[in-house]
């Protein structure tokens, strides 16, 4: 799917910080919706890229890619490389802003005691001098009902994780526990106290089965941290640390049953799923080899790859799994890597134009939801941290054996 022109050039639009209202962020960039009078960005979403607070004043981008066109690379790259793969109905189009220097040290200044204490060790990068603008869906849809009551437009973010098990032929014997075990699951235990251990697995929301599908949403409720947050007319209901409002509190049931609905019918979660164990059918612990090879025999220069590595590498990949090839060059196997990465790590919005109602006996015809869905943060990951990637699975899995060293204390994970 070709790009959309409006990715080409960087858009003029006058921006005043008081016409957006912060939304959220992740440790890569910061979004703001907007809230002011110009109806050709109404509803749209501004994203911004971040860096360390020691590095935004002298400008961290200096030392990267131009931004005007890492920006649009990335914008190829999510239509080009992710759109093939999940679907292109999933992709967002993307529209280039330029960006003013006050603008930006406005909003970081009127952001900043919104945001969470996890998040301010990284801030705007006060130096880019492009945005990008994405729309949020059901921006046009009316405010009032066709039954008269004020619309409560509710988004949802998912962000599911891996969605599989390794083979036990591709991990090491001392890391069996991978194969039974999955990666959030165990991550957790490097990252809480065991009282703060999310009862969530990615597993039961890839898995295609209703029961497990509520039981991940209701998990994934009591315990949000980056996996689940809930929005009514763009205010937080849940945020990271469980924290629900009282509507929400209320109405849960109506709205989980809903998304799990929506997950069992569209094709987005089995694809995600199929699509990131089929680009990692070696595991880190055999990516690691091959990339230490390629980069010491001077096959694969230790460099980001370009847009056109990316396109070449997802046609490559569409076409062996045509032809069911298991021949794969090693710069092909390392890139197909890195995109299942991407894949692991995207978030899925879900927005309805208006709170559910919950489905009792008596309702004779069942209503399909109106709703749109799309994935976002699907941005490339860089090559240079594959030996961190190697690091930190390895830390993971031994965190875990310390914590639950013998088969009757590990859960087990099942597809």
Known sequence: MAVPSSVDLPESIPFKPSD????????????????????????WLLRLSKCDVATSVNGCTAHRLDDTQRKRDNATYTTSVIGPLLGPEYILPQRLVALEPDFLRRLQAKSEPLRPAHRLHRQIDLSQDVGVLMPNA?????????????????T????????????????SPRNSVKSRVCRYCMHQFTKHSSQDISGFCPLDLYSGDRHRIVRALDSLAQSPQNNLRVF??????????????????????ALRDCIADIVLKEPLFSRLKQCQRMLDSLDIEGIL????????????????????????????FLHRTERADSTVADKQAILEFLISTTLKDVSVLITLPEWPVHKTSLDSVPTEPQYAIAVIDSDPKKLAKIPDYFSKDEKIVKHYLKHCPDLGSQRQCNE
């Open 20 to 43: 957006w209202s912060y939304k959220g962020e992740g440790n890569e960039n910061i979004v703001f919706s907007y809230r002011g009078s110009n109806t050709d960005i109404s509803g």
């Open 138 to 154: 059901f921006r046009g849809t009316p405010p009032v009902s066709s039954s008269g009551r004020l619309r409560q437009s509710v």
């Open 156 to 171: 949802v973010e998912l962000k599911p994780k891996w969605g599989f098990l390794p083979s036990l032929s591709s991990v």
């Open 232 to 253: 009514v007319n763009d205010h937080i209901a849940i945020d990271r640390h469980g924290k629900i409002s009282d509507e929400c509190v209320s109405q849960w049931e």
């Open 289 to 316: 080899p091959l990339y230490t090879r390629a980069v010491e025999s001077g096959s694969l220069a230790n460099v980001q790859p370009s847009i056109s590595d990316w396109l070449t590498t997802v046609t490559d």
